[in-house]
Every structure is written in structure tokens, then in C-alpha cells.
């Protein structure tokens, strides 16, 4: 099963995408299921991992019912207040629903950098870990030295490294983004998402702009490691759905079938749906 596992959907009416402004022009609209669903069928793909996009528990309860409502969305990556007091008894409480795959602090946006290495996240994760959620870690590569400290610190929690964690592709400045994900690839509890690229490149990128970063996370985490998503609708930004779906086959063209197989559902399914969300194998 081909699955697509990063997009989001929205209403603007909901009012907490508070990063989501008419300066973006090209996503500043509704997304719902039925505007995907043709890119879906165009490229294969059967299930699909709906991730969160504002920082809010009403979003996670939103996209939760959309996912209920659908049997194309195999799990959702929601969020919840991880700076509460009771943040690990709110990881207990939304874990009862069986489509929550993960949970993903939008750290990008967060002012301390150091926010990963708080000691009082730990009761939180320690709640994932119970309830086998995936922590997804949207970081920017001066997080990554911080990712690589949580990672070791919480080695029964598995992890998600969104947007390969988000290379400076336009700049080409990626020589620390590089040693950083090397370092990374070495904890076993980690997997890296081609996803994201298409932004983080240079206006009217071509494959070879993105070649390096792809080859550097497969000589560092294999293809056993690596899950592909779309990062729809905001890949809208940046040449749309099929330019991006068609990239990442040509960046990885000399794989195996088994190895494309596996980072384009395989490796979703194994991360996220082991043993929540909806069972892979409904049609």
C-alpha cells in the first residue's frame, strides 16, 4: 500500500492557523479531503497520515473527526498543550482514540531553542512511549544537536524527523544540517521524512537541487528508514502535488522496488499503524 504520510487539511473559519496569512496566497484557502483525493489517485496512493498545522487541541479534535470520517486517513499526528501541568495526563486522555497516531510540537515556532531539553517534558513523553504514539519533530537544523539529546534521553519513544529537518537547500548552506543528520541516523528510535524539500529549495527548484540532501539521509538512515510524504497543501508553495511526487521518484530511481516499496507506505505503515490508527489492510 502506497501511503502518503504528511499533509494536512484546514478551515480558515477555525482561526488557529495563526502562521497562515493571505501572504501566502497560493494555500490561503479551505483544503479538505475531496481537494486531495485527485493528487491521491493520480500518484497511487491509498492511505494517508493527517498531521496537525496549528498549535491548538481543538485542531487534533477536528482533524480527529475528519479522520473518523474518512477511510482513506490511516492515523492522525495531533498535538496537545506539551507546556500544561498536566500535559501527560492530556497525552493519557487523547491517546483513548484509536486514530492518534503521534503528536508533533510545533518547535520551529517556539522561542527557546532549548525548549526540547526541558526536564519537564519527560512525563509526556514518557505517556507517548506507554501508548506507542510518535513523537514527529518539526525542528529547524539548529534544533538538531538539541533532537539528538531528547532522542537518547527517551530511547523507548520512537521519532519522526519532519522535513529532514528542514536543510537550507536555497543557500546550499547544509555542511552542519549534514554532520547533524549523521549523527542522528546512529540512534535506532529515529526515521527521517522526505518531505518538505520542495520548500526549503530555491524558487523554480529543479531534482538536482534536492539530490544532495536525499543521497546524504539515504547513505545515513537507508531506506528502511525513510517515509515519503507530500506536505500537501502547503508543497503548493512550491510546484504542487505531482511535480514533488515526481521528483522523489526520480531521486530515487536506482532503489530496489523493495526499497521504494518501503519508503513510499511500507515504512509509514510499520512507524504509525503497527498498532494504532486504521489497520493497513482495509481498502
Not at 501511503?3 to 484546514?10: E, L, T
Not at 497520515?49 to 475528519?66: K, N, S
Not at 507546556?83 to 483513548?96: F, K, M, P, W
Not at 539548529?142 to 536543510?167: E, M, N
Request: hydrophobic residues 50%; contains cysteine; aromatic residues 8%.
Amino acid at each position: 500500500m502506497r501511503i502518503d504520510a504528511h499533509h494536512h487539511v484546514w478551515t480558515l473559519a477555525r482561526a488557529d492557523y495563526g502562521w497562515l496569512t493571505d501572504e501566502l496566497a497560493p494555500i490561503y484557502r479551505d483544503f479538505g479531503l475531496p481537494d486531495l483525493q485527485p493528487h491521491l489517485d493520480a500518484a497511487g496512493i491509498e492511505g494517508t497520515i493527517l498531521v496537525q498545522a496549528a498549535p491548538t487541541e481543538a485542531e487534533t479534535a477536528f482533524m480527529l473527526d475528519v479522520a473518523k470520517g474518512s477511510e482513506l486517513v490511516r492515523g492522525v499526528v495531533g498535538w496537545i498543550d506539551f507546556d500544561a501541568e498536566d500535559a501527560a495526563a492530556r497525552v493519557d486522555a487523547i491517546a483513548a482514540r484509536e486514530l492518534l497516531v503521534g503528536l508533533r510540537p510545533m518547535v520551529q515556532d517556539i522561542v527557546d531553542d532549548d525548549w526540547l531539553l526541558r526536564e519537564e517534558l519527560a512525563a509526556s513523553l514518557q505517556a507517548m512511549a506507554r501508548h506507542e504514539l510518535v513523537f514527529d519533530a518539526l525542528v529547524l537544523p539548529r534544533h538538531l544537536p538539541r533532537l539528538v539529546q531528547l532522542v537518547d534521553r527517551h530511547p523507548d519513544l520512537h521519532f519522526v524527523l519532519d522535513h529532514f529537518g528542514k536543510p537550507q537547500l536555497a543557500s546550499g548552506d547544509i555542511a552542519a544540517w549534514k554532520d547533524d543528520i549523521a549523527t542522528l541516523a546512529a540512534r535506532s528510535n529515529i526515521v527521517c521524512k522526505l518531505s518538505g524539500l520542495a520548500t526549503e529549495a530555491a524558487p523554480n527548484w529543479q531534482v538536482a537541487d534536492l539530490r544532495g540532501a536525499v543521497d546524504h539521509v539515504l547513505a545515513c538512515f537507508g531506506p528502511q528508514r525513510m517515509l515519503w510524504g507530500s506536505d500537501w497543501p502547503v508543497v503548493n508553495l512550491a510546484g504542487g502535488y505531482a511535480q514533488w511526487f515526481a521528483a522523489s521518484g526520480t531521486l530515487l530511481t536506482d532503489l530496489s522496488s523493495d526499497a521504494k516499496d518501503a519508503i513510499f507506505g511500507g515504512n509509514a505503515a510499520r512507524v504509525y499503524l503497527s498498532s494504532r490508527g486504521r489497520p493497513t489492510s482495509l481498502k
